[in-house]
């Protein structure tokens, strides 16, 4: 029940973080959280994410201009999250280069976001984004797709709770 416990308040109390302090996010804790996202479970285990870290703050402005999601500012490093679908496809067949690749990204999403999240720092999911823009500021090989960029640092504000349907609205029971 302890574990259970700790694991609902980080879930809980995680929010999208979208504006971020000046503080330097260090990639000692950004080892610590890719660390323990390599186990996420992926199907068949087919491991096809790859994640760039950008630090580098003209490449950050670049990728800025090419994503109308990415709304707030401050300090943030950016992890694009890509899937290798030439490695997905040869490994995992066409479902896993046309679906389950994007299935694997929330996974790995959320895992960040909740490891961040217990070291203090705050994360802001972006989808919004132009693939090709971004491909192309990264010279990304043509076999990584872009899927999600996100933005993690500390947060500078926090923002209230949003809504949640409640649970007879999401679930039922087939007995
Ligand atoms: C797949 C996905 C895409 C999202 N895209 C964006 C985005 O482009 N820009 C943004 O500011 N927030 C984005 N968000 C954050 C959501 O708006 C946010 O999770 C939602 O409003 C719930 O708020 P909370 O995360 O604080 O609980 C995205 C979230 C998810 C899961």
């Given at each position: 029940m302890e574990k259970f416990e700790f694991l609902s308040n980080i879930i809980k109390t995680r929010r999208t973080i979208r504006y971020f302090s000046d503080q330097e996010i260090?990639?000692?804790?950004?080892?610590?959280?890719?660390?323990?996202?390599?186990?996420?479970?992926?199907?068949?285990?087919?491991q096809d994410l790859r994640f760039i870290i950008v630090y580098n703050k003209k490449i950050l402005r670049l990728i800025k201009m090419f994503s109308p999601g990415w709304i707030g500012d401050g300090n943030s490093v950016t992890i694009v999250i890509c899937s290798d679908l030439k490695w997905a496809l040869e490994r995992g067949g066409l479902y896993a280069a046309k679906e389950m690749y994007l299935i694997h990204v929330g996974i790995a999403f959320q895992t960040i976001a909740l490891l961040a999240h217990s070291l203090g720092l705050g994360t802001n999911p972006i989808v919004s984004f132009s693939k090709e823009?971004?491909?192309?500021?990264?010279?990304?090989?043509?076999?990584?797709?872009?899927?999600?960029?996100?933005?993690?640092?500390?947060?500078k504000v926090v923002p209230e709770p949003t809504p949640r349907l409640p649970l007879d609205k999401i679930i039922s029971w087939v007995e």
């Amino acid at each position: 029940m302890e574990k259970f416990e700790f694991l609902s308040n980080i879930i809980k109390t995680r929010r999208t973080i979208r504006y971020f302090s000046d503080q330097e996010i260090s990639k000692d804790l950004l080892i610590k959280i890719m660390d323990v996202t390599r186990w996420i479970p992926t199907g068949s285990n087919l491991q096809d994410l790859r994640f760039i870290i950008v630090y580098n703050k003209k490449i950050l402005r670049l990728i800025k201009m090419f994503s109308p999601g990415w709304i707030g500012d401050g300090n943030s490093v950016t992890i694009v999250i890509c899937s290798d679908l030439k490695w997905a496809l040869e490994r995992g067949g066409l479902y896993a280069a046309k679906e389950m690749y994007l299935i694997h990204v929330g996974i790995a999403f959320q895992t960040i976001a909740l490891l961040a999240h217990s070291l203090g720092l705050g994360t802001n999911p972006i989808v919004s984004f132009s693939k090709e823009a971004v491909k192309t500021i990264l010279k990304l090989p043509e076999n990584l797709e872009p899927v999600m960029i996100v933005l993690i640092g500390y947060p500078k504000v926090v923002p209230e709770p949003t809504p949640r349907l409640p649970l007879d609205k999401i679930i039922s029971w087939v007995e």
